[in-house]
T-cell receptor
């Protein structure tokens, strides 16, 4: 079955710098890759997603890239702000079930 | 369009009691997913349902746990004879089809 690995588990960056979180997946049939942000005590929220027919997608300060050959995808956050502090989860899916990464705790240092 | 609703938001049960968690999907969404999350951990898939059908319950313990999504009304996750290890946040998500999932606020279950 599908397996998703996410790195790093914790990432600390200076406010204003960029943050990159990486995920790899094992099932070449996976075709949908969402990213969720979860603030402490709150629900996971979809922030961006990408499908396998696209290599890159951008939404303001957030971008996701997908390398199907290497089976990895990454989340890029530019000009980080304090409100970006949260846990970020990647996921991969080939049907209905999302297989989740273990999460990355992003800390923005003032 | 209201988002995914869950109630109660917090539930305290003594060991051996039953817990009932409710989830109302977004309007127009016919796919419901239940997840469990322990503190400082990721989301663990439990069950996927469509109206009146359980599609995949591979993540749900065989005993004490059950889920339903009736033709009318919310989806319900039921935990019978709760134990301390059942204490967790239980999130429900819905989607219009297979794809993006939208999460409810969660139910935090505490077993004393």
């Amino acid at each position: 079955g599908e397996n998703v690995e996410q790195h790093p588990s914790t990432l600390s960056v200076q406010e204003g710098d960029s943050a990159v979180i990486k995920c790899t997946y094992s099932d070449s049939a996976s075709n949908y890759f969402p990213w969720y942000k979860q603030e402490l005590g709150k629900r996971p929220q979809l922030i961006i997603d990408i499908r396998s027919n696209v290599g890159e997608k951008k939404d303001q300060r957030i971008a996701v890239t997908l390398n199907k050959t290497a089976k990895h995808f990454s989340l890029h956050i530019t000009e980080t702000q304090p409100e970006d502090s949260a846990v970020y989860f990647c996921a991969a899916s080939s049907n209905y079930q999302l297989i989740w990464g273990a999460g990355t705790k992003l800390i923005i240092k003032p | 369009n209201a988002g995914v609703m869950q109630n109660p938001r917090h539930l305290v049960r003594r060991r051996g009691q039953e817990a009932r968690l409710r989830c109302s999907p977004m309007k127009g969404h016919s796919h419901v997913y239940w997840y469990r999350q322990l503190p400082e951990e990721g989301l663990k898939f439990m069950v996927y349902l469509q109206k009146e059908n359980i599609i995949d319950e591979s993540g749900m313990p065989k005993e004490r746990f059950s889920a339903e999504f009736p033709k009318e009304g919310p989806s319900i996750l039921r935990i019978q004879q709760v134990v301390r290890g059942d204490s967790a946040a239980y999130f429900c998500a819905s989607s219009p089809s297979q794809g993006e999932q939208y999460f409810g606020p969660g139910t935090r279950l505490t077993v004393t």
